[in-house]
């Protein structure tokens, strides 16, 4: 059986941010939360965003730390329900829409975040969540519209809550945000977009929607990360980048891939989780290719690349002045086993388009290296 949802209003282009206060309005919203990072919080986004939710005032949490965490969501419920808090903005890349994800669903459910972990069944008990609106200010983890959160637990383990109840009500997706973002940022997160659509492209869930969706993001992210990177100013850029983002979000559904079932336990080694999968998509890509040869054939001849997908996405994160080797970011071959234990265990190995073991993540990881 096969389930397609999409949920979200998406209110998208360049201004869009000035529809916040009527956002509000829509969803009845008195007395929102809003949660940020203390990057967005410093280069003027946030004042920006809270003269749009006038003559609303939110309540701001503005110390998310970059791979967000049990105790920052601790401390948000407590603001939570101390100012009786009805809903949330979530402002920012993936961490803050993450943060954010975690409040709506622990204000409104009992026990601890771990009894939702979508890797011992919890995820299936999420019911219905606090109200959310989503405002990315980078073009990557399509976070603003996907149905999942990663956060790290107390124990530095990671828990995903995965369940299309968390799938923020409003998305205002206003390509201005993203135009201070760095360039390593946006070649990272834009990594990321690209690797959306790509691995829920490859994924054997059926869903032709999505793949048409996947398909586009592919091309779109493919022909405008590059001019995105090395010219932050270009508005056509910035646009169509956010475009790819959300596409890559909306695609989620789909599943992802053994990229990014590597990506995780690798992360709690705090590397920018676009950086990781710049690395090790190109591999994962040689993995699966002789499973999936006529999907990956289609992602080339629809972008126009004229060499194997895995080598031109090697050559295009070389490019963008990323790191192509785990070596790079100081992994060593001795954590490697552990490693791919975890990618085994990940739910993401489910939706792979090729079965694979944890001596095959081992081997990938060893190319990564």
């Given at each position: 059986?096969?389930?397609?949802?999409?949920?979200?209003?998406i209110q998208?282009d360049?201004?869009?941010i000035k529809l916040?206060?009527n956002?509000?309005n829509?969803l009845?919203?008195?007395?929102?939360?809003?949660?940020?990072?203390?990057?967005?919080?410093a280069c003027g986004?946030l004042?920006?965003?809270?003269?749009?939710?006038?003559?609303?005032?939110?309540?701001?949490?503005?110390?998310t730390t970059e791979?967000?965490?049990?105790?920052?969501?601790?401390?948000?419920?407590?603001?939570?329900?101390?100012?009786?808090?009805d809903?949330?903005?979530?402002?920012g890349?993936?961490?803050p829409?993450d943060?954010s994800?975690?409040?709506?669903?622990?204000?409104?459910h009992?026990?601890?975040?771990?009894?939702y972990?979508?890797?011992?069944?919890g995820?299936?008990?999420?019911?219905?969540?606090?109200p959310q609106?989503?405002?990315?200010?980078?073009a990557?983890t399509?976070?603003?519209?996907?149905?999942?959160?990663?956060m790290?637990?107390?124990?530095?383990?990671k828990?995903v809550?995965?369940?299309l109840?968390?799938?923020?009500?409003?998305?205002?997706?206003?390509?201005?945000?993203t135009?201070?973002?760095?360039?390593?940022?946006?070649?990272?997160?834009g990594?990321d977009a690209?690797?959306?659509s790509?691995e829920?492209?490859l994924?054997p869930?059926?869903n032709?929607?999505?793949?048409?969706?996947?398909?586009?993001?592919?091309?779109?992210?493919s022909?405008?990360?590059?001019?995105?990177?090395?010219?932050?100013n270009?508005?056509e850029?910035?646009?169509?980048?956010?475009?790819?983002?959300?596409?890559g979000?909306?695609v989620?559904?789909?599943?992802?891939?053994a990229?990014h079932a590597?990506?995780?336990?690798l992360?709690?080694?705090?590397?920018?989780?676009?950086?990781?999968?710049g690395?090790?998509?190109?591999?994962?890509i040689?993995f699966?290719?002789?499973?999936?040869?006529?999907?990956?054939?289609n992602l080339q001849?629809a972008a126009?690349?004229?060499?194997?997908?895995?080598?031109?996405?090697?050559?295009l994160v070389h490019?963008?002045?990323l790191p192509?080797?785990l070596?790079?970011?100081g992994?060593?071959?001795?954590?490697i086993?552990?490693?791919?234990?975890?990618?085994?265990?990940?739910?993401?190995?489910l939706?792979?388009?090729?079965a694979?073991?944890?001596?095959?993540?081992?081997?990938i990881?060893?190319k990564?290296?």
């Amino acid at each position: 059986m096969s389930l397609i949802q999409y949920l979200s209003k998406i209110q998208f282009d360049f201004g869009a941010i000035k529809l916040l206060s009527n956002e509000l309005n829509l969803l009845g919203l008195k007395r929102p939360l809003l949660v940020t990072d203390p990057g967005i919080e410093a280069c003027g986004i946030l004042e920006h965003v809270l003269e749009a939710a006038k003559p609303h005032l939110p309540i701001v949490y503005s110390k998310t730390t970059e791979n967000p965490n049990e105790k920052s969501l601790n401390e948000c419920l407590e603001i939570w329900n101390k100012h009786n808090c009805d809903g949330l903005i979530a402002l920012g890349g993936g961490s803050p829409i993450d943060l954010s994800k975690s409040i709506a669903l622990m204000a409104t459910h009992d026990g601890k975040l771990a009894d939702y972990n979508i890797k011992t069944g919890g995820s299936s008990r999420i019911g219905r969540v606090a109200p959310q609106i989503a405002i990315p200010t980078a073009a990557g983890t399509g976070a603003e519209i996907g149905r999942a959160c990663v956060m790290t637990l107390d124990s530095g383990r990671k828990c995903v809550a995965v369940n299309l109840n968390m799938v923020a009500k409003t998305v205002i997706a206003d390509p201005e945000l993203t135009l201070s973002l760095p360039a390593q940022l946006t070649a990272a997160t834009g990594i990321d977009a690209l690797s959306h659509s790509v691995e829920a492209y490859l994924s054997p869930s059926v869903n032709p929607p999505a793949d048409a969706i996947a398909l586009d993001g592919f091309v779109r992210a493919s022909q405008w990360i590059k001019k995105a990177t090395q010219n932050g100013n270009d508005r056509e850029a910035r646009w169509h980048m956010m475009m790819a983002s959300l596409q890559g979000g909306m695609v989620l559904q789909k599943g992802l891939g053994a990229a990014h079932a590597m990506a995780t336990p690798l992360g709690e080694n705090h590397h920018h989780h676009g950086t990781l999968i710049g690395i090790l998509l190109p591999h994962a890509i040689a993995f699966n290719a002789p499973s999936v040869s006529n999907k990956i054939e289609n992602l080339q001849n629809a972008a126009g690349l004229k060499k194997p997908m895995s080598d031109w996405l090697q050559k295009l994160v070389h490019d963008i002045n990323l790191p192509s080797r785990l070596s790079d970011l100081g992994e060593t071959a001795d954590k490697i086993p552990e490693i791919a234990k975890r990618a085994e265990e990940d739910h993401l190995t489910l939706t792979n388009p090729r079965a694979i073991t944890a001596k095959d993540y081992e081997t990938i990881l060893k190319k990564s290296l």
